[in-house]
Nanobody
Framework: QVHLVESGGGLVQPGGSLRLSCAAS????????MGWYRQAPGKQRELVAAITRGGSTNYLDSVKGRFTLSRDNTKNTVYLQMNNLKPEDTAVYYC??????????????WGQGTQVTVSS
């Protein structure tokens, strides 16, 4: 069993910053891609940013230049630094990880979600 524990959400004013963290624990051989998705009320869940084990990243166009995704493979942890936040960034943010188990199978895991609210 694998668990993803998220932290770092909250309320911030427009132009402010937040840093989200997501730590994976459990029966993990290795982790392929990790990333963050978000879902705003009434909207579909969308990919915000993803990072491969080797460190290659891709971002949602609307967050490019404002958000930075990084990971620490020794801690099975991914970080999302969010700067210059805008009200339209308000959403529940979900961590996602593609985990390889010791049985040589990979599974997709999700965190419980953390609320990010950008408002004055």
């Amino acid at each position: 069993q694998v668990h993803l524990v998220e932290s770092g959400g909250g309320l911030v004013q427009p132009g402010g910053s937040l840093r989200l963290s997501c730590a994976a624990s459990g029966t993990i051989f290795s982790i392929n891609a990790m990333g963050w998705y978000r879902q705003a009320p009434g909207k579909q869940r969308e990919l915000v940013a993803a990072i491969t084990r080797g460190g290659s990243t891709n971002y949602l166009d609307s967050v490019k230049g404002r958000f930075t995704l990084s990971r620490d493979n020794t801690k099975n942890t991914v970080y999302l630094q969010m700067n210059n936040l805008k009200p339209e960034d308000t959403a529940v943010y979900y961590c996602n990880a593609d985990v390889n188990t010791f049985t040589r199978r990979s599974y997709d895991y999700w965190g419980q979600g953390t609320q990010v609210t950008v408002s004055s």
